[in-house]
């Protein structure tokens, strides 16, 4: 059983630049989430992606979007970067439905400075 | 909107010097509410999740409780591997957890 995988583990990048980030799920699992975690804070919910439709989404606007893959595979583009948005940017795979969401399993996350 | 305060923000034990984490929630109609532990550079780890009040679970030093407002972890003869940061978490059963800023706890041999 593979574990959550994402890449790159770091990437640094200028304001106004757009960036993205990958993920790949654990075996099986048909849901993702993406959090964003800065420095000394607990991880903020971006959106979640079930069956390849964005399935909630929490106080991050548009430029934040993302795409789930028939293997379950993940994306999380952000544009127009903003040096805010400078965060340890986590991928958690987890096997739920539409509605209840069961125990994460995170990847190591990206680590993306803006300068 | 679903909250979650976590005390202390930091604690320093010595080793076997047990203690207890706090979690404080306020959420529209608990689903769950979860512990994990994150090393630093890493991504949270699951610990528990708890479902109602009046429940605990443990593994090996770890023993988590839950009451209709509140959650605790308690540490019972701490090891230095157990230094880490603790997030608490809740859902209301949609898609979205709400996680707390963590206590750092470090543990002194």
């Known amino acids: 059983e593979t574990g959550v995988t994402q890449s790159p583990t770091h990437l640094i990048k200028t304001r106004g630049q757009q960036v993205t980030l990958r993920c790949s799920s654990q075996?099986?699992?048909?849901?993702v989430s993406w959090y964003q975690q800065a420095l000394g804070q607990g991880p903020q919910f971006i959106f979640q992606?079930?069956?390849?439709?964005?399935?909630g989404r929490g106080n991050f606007p548009p430029r934040f979007s993302g795409l789930q893959f028939p293997n379950y595979s993940s994306e999380l583009n952000v544009n127009a970067l903003e040096l805010d948005d400078s965060a340890l940017y986590l991928c958690a795979s987890s096997l739920a439905g539409a509605r209840v969401t069961e125990k994460l399993f995170f990847g190591s996350g990206t680590q993306l400075s803006v300068l | 909107e679903d909250q979650v305060t976590q005390s202390p923000e930091a604690l320093r034990l010595q080793e076997g010097e047990s203690s207890s984490l706090n979690c404080s929630y306020t959420?529209?109609?608990?689903?769950?509410l979860f512990w994990y532990r994150q090393d630093p550079g890493k991504g949270p780890e699951f610990l528990f999740t708890l479902y109602s009040a009046g429940e605990e679970k443990e593994k090996e030093r770890l023993k988590a409780t839950l009451t209709k407002k509140e959650s605790f972890l308690h540490i019972t003869a701490p090891k230095p591997e157990d230094s880490a940061t603790y997030l608490c978490?809740?859902?209301?059963?949609?898609?979205?957890?709400?996680f707390g800023t963590g206590t750092k706890l470090q543990v002194i041999p």
């Open positions: 959420v529209s109609g608990l689903r769950g």
């Open positions: 978490a809740v859902t209301g059963g949609y898609q979205k957890v709400t």
């Open positions: 992606y079930y069956r390849e439709e964005e399935n």
């Open positions: 075996s099986g699992h048909n849901t």
